[in-house]
């Protein structure tokens, strides 16, 4: 658990050494083409099925919103937003997950779930205004913002193919798909990877190896090992493992707003996802909360 929490911590901190010398887009593009680089040997194994053709329109929905938006507009925000402020913002994205589900399928989160939601979306702009220290920093904290939004609507797309398709398989056919609008973009990614400097090259290169092959397998190893309520505290680790990080290879140290605004989002977050068990006369198998398994589903 504590290994999937840096390497996907991580990902903030490799995006901002990577983006003076790459434009959001090509970080973008590269990640994916490194992660399906490393899952063709899985493909040729037979690890990775067959996509059906009734599912193809809504792994593409999936590729496009969870790979490629959320990728760009969270490379995009981080241009002006240090790392792990973004982390925080990006932990909101529970809380679009839920609005969703009320909006779309119907969910009702109730009164606790409600008051969730209001405390997470106030800390979540308390980061966002703190940030936005002039209009260039707060246009990248309503990017990071807005990143959220599209990972929350991956994941309303991701869950019913998660029914089929492992993980892999999700990561592998999305970010194929992720791939396809950016595409365009390869003779600049491909200068600019003959022009960057080493180590921002070298970030890149972990955001497809670490933060994606290597988290997707520590992430497969810790759902075995525990419960699906257990993995998730996973999800409110990773905004601290970015924090520290992001101090200690960047030197940079969010404001003290921030940071409390970030804490007013995980525990909006968790009063809004953690719901008591049903109570039983007897002795009943713990149910997982909907919100919550449909978030460490979809991290797969």
Wanted: charged letters at 10%.
């Amino acid at each position: 658990m504590a290994a999937t929490a840096l390497l996907w911590g991580s990902a903030f901190t490799a995006i901002q050494v990577a983006l003076p010398d790459y434009s959001p887009a090509s970080v973008a593009l590269l990640r994916m083409a490194i992660t399906v680089a490393l899952l063709v040997p899985c493909l040729l194994l037979g690890r990775i099925g067959r996509l059906h053709r009734g599912d193809v329109l809504r792994m593409a929905a999936f590729g496009l919103t969870g790979m490629t938006a959320y990728q760009v507009l969270l490379c995009a925000g981080e241009q002006s937003v240090d790392a792990g402020t973004a982390a925080m913002l990006i932990a909101a994205s529970p809380v679009f997950t839920t609005v969703l589900g009320m909006a779309f399928l119907g969910d009702r989160p109730g009164t606790r779930g409600l008051a969730g939601l209001a405390v997470a979306l106030t800390g979540a702009l308390t980061v966002a205004v703190t940030s936005g220290g002039g209009s260039g920093s707060l246009m990248g904290a309503l990017m990071v913002l807005a990143a959220a939004a599209t990972q929350a609507t991956s994941f309303a797309l991701q869950k019913p193919l998660l029914k089929r398709y492992s993980g892999a398989e999700c990561v592998f056919y999305g970010s194929l798909f992720g791939m396809v609008p950016l595409l365009p973009l390869a003779p600049e990614a491909v200068g600019q990877i003959a022009a960057a400097d080493g180590h921002r090259t070298a970030a890149v290169l972990w955001l497809g190896v670490g933060c994606t092959a290597m988290a997707f397998w520590t992430w497969s190893r810790t759902l075995r090992a525990t419960t699906a309520s257990t993995a998730s505290l996973v999800l409110y680790a990773v905004p601290v493992a970015a924090l520290g990080l992001d101090a200690a290879f960047l030197g940079n140290l969010p404001a003290l707003n921030a940071v409390g605004g970030g804490l007013l989002v995980l525990a909006g977050v968790a009063v809004a996802t953690v719901r008591r068990a049903p109570k039983a006369p007897e002795q009943a198998p713990e149910s997982e909360p909907i919100v919550e398994r449909e978030l460490v589903d979809s991290r797969r």
